[in-house]
């Protein structure tokens, strides 16, 4: 999947639930915040699912690649960390033992909605002030990514998916025992391969100091601007 396609899909996923779910007409906004923010991730999974599957049944013109009758079947079969990689420790981290020794804490939850083994569907939820909100519906490329590395309903593995920014790599961590591998659509790998950290880490390092070395001084005026 192209990296600026499955960017450009997600942000139209997360753009559309914002205005599809949470302008409502007639609400204060107290009221509307209380509404939707939950004391579990798993409450706020379940209004997400709820929510998408009326999106899909009232906005037939909008294709996000999800059937609606196989959503509403379908069960959530895990909660995935979504991490962002820090660019910075990237750059100067030669070696690491996990993607996780250089990346942030979990900025959402992402739950994949399975039926048949088979991923129709994900939602994603964030905690913010010790509340549940949902924040992104129908990630199409997620979904794709997850049914391609077959990673999303194995139960006795955690998963993560690490966001490399600039470079716009998506890598799927899957820790079982202690020791994490991943899949990767980067390189010579696909993703459905699955590959040490010391396998890709090396290629990832020396692309982004490339992008640094080409964009570093232009991204640094744009932030001195804001």
Same mark, same amino acid.
């Given at each position: 999947m192209n990296s600026i396609l499955k960017t450009a899909l997600f942000l139209f996923s997360l753009i559309f639930f914002l205005v599809a779910c949470e302008k409502q007409e007639g609400e204060g906004e107290g009221e509307m915040n209380e509404k939707n923010s939950f004391d579990t991730p798993e409450e706020a999974?379940?209004?997400?699912?709820?929510?998408?599957?009326?999106?899909? #049944?009232? *906005? &037939?013109?909008?294709?996000? =690649?999800?059937?609606?009758?196989? +959503?509403?079947?379908?069960?959530?079969?895990?909660?995935?960390?979504?991490?962002?990689?820090?660019?910075?420790?990237?750059?100067?981290?030669?070696?690491?033992?996990?993607?996780?020794?250089?990346?942030?804490?979990?900025?959402?939850?992402?739950?994949?909605?399975?039926?048949?083994?088979?991923?129709?569907?994900?939602?994603?939820?964030?905690? #913010?002030? *010790? &509340?549940?909100?949902?924040? =992104?519906?129908?990630?199409?490329? +997620?979904?794709?990514?997850?049914?391609?590395?077959?990673?999303?309903?194995?139960?006795?593995?955690?998963?993560?998916?690490?966001?490399?920014?600039?470079?716009?790599?998506?890598?799927?961590?899957?820790?079982?025992?202690g020791a994490e591998t991943y899949h990767v659509n980067f390189g010579e790998y696909t993703l459905k391969d699955t590959v040490s950290i010391q396998a890709f880490y090396p290629l990832l390092r020396e692309n982004s100091i490339q992008f640094q070395k080409e964009f570093g001084d232009i991204l640094k005026k744009q932030q001195l601007v804001k």
């Open positions: 999974v379940a209004k997400a699912k709820s929510d998408l599957i009326q999106v899909l #049944e009232t *906005s &037939k013109d909008l294709d996000l =690649g999800i059937d609606v009758e196989k +959503l509403r079947n379908a069960t959530q079969v895990r909660m995935v960390q979504y991490v962002d990689v820090d660019f910075g420790k990237l750059l100067t981290t030669e070696n690491v033992q996990s993607l996780s020794d250089i990346s942030s804490a979990p900025k959402s939850m992402v739950a994949p909605f399975a039926l048949q083994s088979n991923v129709v569907g994900v939602v994603e939820v964030r905690e #913010e002030r *010790s &509340k549940w909100k949902v924040s =992104g519906l129908g990630n199409k490329p +997620l979904t794709e990514d997850f049914n391609m590395a077959g990673i999303a309903n194995n139960n006795e593995a955690a998963v993560t998916v690490y966001e490399v920014p600039n470079l716009q790599i998506f890598v799927y961590g899957v820790r079982m025992g």
